[in-house]
C-alpha cells in the first residue's frame, strides 16, 4: 500500500544530518524483544535529496562497508521505505560510521534506523518513529538473516522498547529511570551476529523458559517503577548467555568485576563481544568502567569503553537545510 505525503505549510527540507545511536540489545532477559538506546554513542549520517529517483550511497567513512545500495543496511532499509511511498525525487546518503561493525552495540541498526529516519524527515514526515520500524528491520535482515527489532526499535524511539509481538509487529516505549547508566566494553575483536545466531538452540527447557519469562517481567516491572533493586535481579539470561558467553575473552571475570564494583547487572550486549553493565548513577557506572578496563588491560586485550545515560530520543537531528 502506498503512503500518501503528509505536507505540512513550511517549505521542505532538502538536506539533513543526524546522530544515529547505539544500542543494547537483548539485555540478559530479552532476547529479540529488549533493547535500549545509547545517550552517546553513535553515527552520524547526512541525507539529501536528488533529482535521481532511487537510493545512492555516495561514501562510508570509518568503515570498510559497501555502497551499492542493495549490498548496504542503510539502503535495503532506505528500499524498503520509498517502496511504500511515492517520490518525483531520489535520496544521497553519506555515512560516518563510528560503531564499529560486529561490535554488539546496533552498528547495522544505526544504520538502518538513521536512513528510514532521514529520509522520512525529508518526505515531511509521513511515517510515525514507530512505522519507520519495520523498515529499518529490513536492514537488519540483510546483516544477520533474521529481521529483528530490539535494535532499531530504541534506536528509532528512544528509551528502552519492548517488542511485544512481531506478526503483528507491536512495539512498546518504556521511558528509562531518571539514574540509569550504561557501561560497556568492547573488545576488539569481530563477533558477527550471524556467527552469534547460529550457536544457539532451537529448542529450551521449560524451566528455563519459565525463570526467562519471570526475569523479563521483573525488569519491565522495575522500568516501570524506577525499582532499581528489581531491575538488578532481574538482568539474568537463562538461554542464551551461557551459550554465547564463552566467545567473549573474560566474559564472567567481566561479569562479576561489574556486580564487585556496584553495577545492577551485566550480561552480553546484543550478540557480542561487547558486554554491558547497568548502573544507578554515572559515578558507579564510570567506577565499573574502570575495573572492566583493568581486566582487559591485564589480558592485554585492546578494548573500546563507553559510558552512557540511556537516552530517551532516539535518532535526532543535528542541524538541516
Same mark, same amino acid.
Given at each position: 500500500?502506498?503512503?500518501?505525503?503528509?505536507?505540512?505549510?513550511?517549505?521542505?527540507?532538502?538536506?539533513? @544530518?543526524?546522530?544515529?545511536?547505539?544500542?543494547?540489545?537483548?539485555?540478559?532477559?530479552?532476547?529479540?524483544?529488549? *533493547?535500549?538506546?545509547?545517550?552517546? $554513542?553513535?553515527?552520524?549520517?547526512?541525507?539529501? %535529496?536528488?533529482? #535521481?529517483?532511487?537510493?545512492?550511497?555516495?561514501?562510508?567513512?570509518?568503515?570498510?562497508?559497501?555502497?551499492?545500495?542493495? #549490498?548496504?543496511?542503510?539502503? /535495503?532499509?532506505?528500499?524498503?521505505?520509498?517502496?511504500? /511511498?511515492?517520490?518525483?525525487?531520489?535520496?544521497?546518503?553519506?555515512?560516518?560510521?563510528?560503531?564499529?561493525?560486529?561490535? *554488539?552495540?546496533?552498528?547495522?541498526?544505526?544504520? !538502518?534506523?538513521?536512513?528510514?529516519?532521514?529520509?522520512?524527515?525529508?518526505?515531511?514526515?509521513?511515517?510515525?518513529?514507530?512505522?519507520? $520500524?519495520?523498515?529499518?528491520?529490513?536492514?537488519?535482515? +540483510? &546483516?544477520?538473516?533474521?529481521?529483528?527489532?530490539?535494535?532499531?526499535?530504541?534506536?528509532?524511539?528512544?528509551?528502552?522498547?519492548?517488542?511485544? !509481538?512481531?506478526?503483528?509487529?507491536?512495539?512498546?516505549?518504556? %521511558?528509562?529511570?531518571?539514574?540509569?547508566? &550504561?557501561?560497556?566494553?568492547?573488545?576488539?575483536?569481530?563477533?558477527?551476529?550471524?556467527?552469534?545466531?547460529?550457536?544457539?538452540?532451537?529448542?529450551?527447557?521449560?524451566?528455563?523458559?519459565?525463570?526467562?519469562?519471570?526475569? +523479563?517481567? *521483573? +525488569?519491565?516491572?522495575?522500568?516501570?517503577?524506577?525499582?532499581?533493586?528489581?531491575?538488578?535481579?532481574?538482568?539474568?539470561?537463562?538461554?542464551?548467555?551461557?551459550?554465547?558467553?564463552?566467545?567473549?575473552?573474560?566474559?564472567?571475570?567481566?561479569?562479576?568485576? &561489574?556486580?564487585?564494583?556496584?553495577?545492577?547487572?551485566?550480561?552480553?550486549?546484543?550478540?557480542?563481544?561487547?558486554?554491558?553493565?547497568?548502573?544507578?548513577?554515572?559515578?558507579? &557506572?564510570?567506577?565499573?568502567? @574502570?575495573?572492566?578496563?583493568?581486566?582487559?588491560?591485564?589480558?592485554?586485550?585492546?578494548?573500546?569503553?563507553?559510558?552512557?545515560?540511556?537516552?530517551?530520543?532516539?535518532?535526532?537531528?543535528?542541524?538541516?537545510?
Amino acid at each position: 500500500m502506498t503512503q500518501a505525503l503528509r505536507h505540512s505549510g513550511t517549505q521542505l527540507r532538502s538536506e539533513i @544530518k543526524i546522530f544515529c545511536p547505539a544500542t543494547i540489545a537483548n539485555l540478559s532477559c530479552g532476547f529479540d524483544v529488549l *533493547g535500549l538506546c545509547l545517550d552517546n $554513542v553513535g553515527d552520524e549520517m547526512i541525507v539529501r %535529496k536528488t533529482a #535521481k529517483k532511487g537510493i545512492k550511497i555516495t561514501q562510508i567513512i570509518g568503515a570498510d562497508l559497501p555502497l551499492e545500495t542493495e #549490498k548496504n543496511v542503510a539502503g /535495503v532499509a532506505a528500499l524498503a521505505m520509498l517502496a511504500e /511511498v511515492e517520490t518525483e525525487f531520489g535520496f544521497e546518503i553519506e555515512i560516518y560510521k563510528k560503531i564499529k561493525a560486529g561490535s *554488539g552495540i546496533g552498528s547495522s541498526a544505526a544504520s !538502518s534506523a538513521g536512513a528510514v529516519f532521514g529520509i522520512n524527515v525529508l518526505l515531511g514526515n509521513p511515517f510515525t518513529n514507530t512505522e519507520l $520500524v519495520k523498515f529499518a528491520m529490513q536492514g537488519e535482515k +540483510l &546483516a544477520s538473516g533474521s529481521a529483528h527489532a530490539d535494535n532499531v526499535a530504541p534506536a528509532l524511539l528512544g528509551g528502552f522498547t519492548l517488542v511485544r !509481538s512481531y506478526n503483528p509487529l507491536d512495539i512498546i516505549k518504556i %521511558k528509562s529511570p531518571d539514574e540509569m547508566y &550504561a557501561t560497556v566494553i568492547h573488545p576488539q575483536i569481530e563477533l558477527r551476529t550471524s556467527d552469534a545466531r547460529s550457536v544457539l538452540k532451537q529448542n529450551v527447557s521449560l524451566k528455563s523458559a519459565i525463570a526467562q519469562w519471570g526475569n +523479563l517481567g *521483573g +525488569l519491565i516491572a522495575g522500568l516501570y517503577t524506577d525499582d532499581y533493586e528489581l531491575i538488578g535481579r532481574s538482568l539474568h539470561d537463562e538461554i542464551v548467555e551461557p551459550i554465547r558467553g564463552v566467545l567473549i575473552p573474560g566474559f564472567d571475570a567481566m561479569k562479576a568485576t &561489574a556486580m564487585e564494583n556496584g553495577a545492577l547487572g551485566s550480561g552480553i550486549s546484543g550478540s557480542g563481544p561487547s558486554i554491558f553493565a547497568l548502573s544507578k548513577g554515572k559515578a558507579v &557506572a564510570e567506577k565499573v568502567a @574502570k575495573a572492566m578496563c583493568a581486566i582487559y588491560d591485564e589480558m592485554q586485550l585492546p578494548y573500546e569503553i563507553h559510558v552512557s545515560k540511556v537516552s530517551d530520543e532516539g535518532v535526532k537531528i543535528l542541524n538541516s537545510n
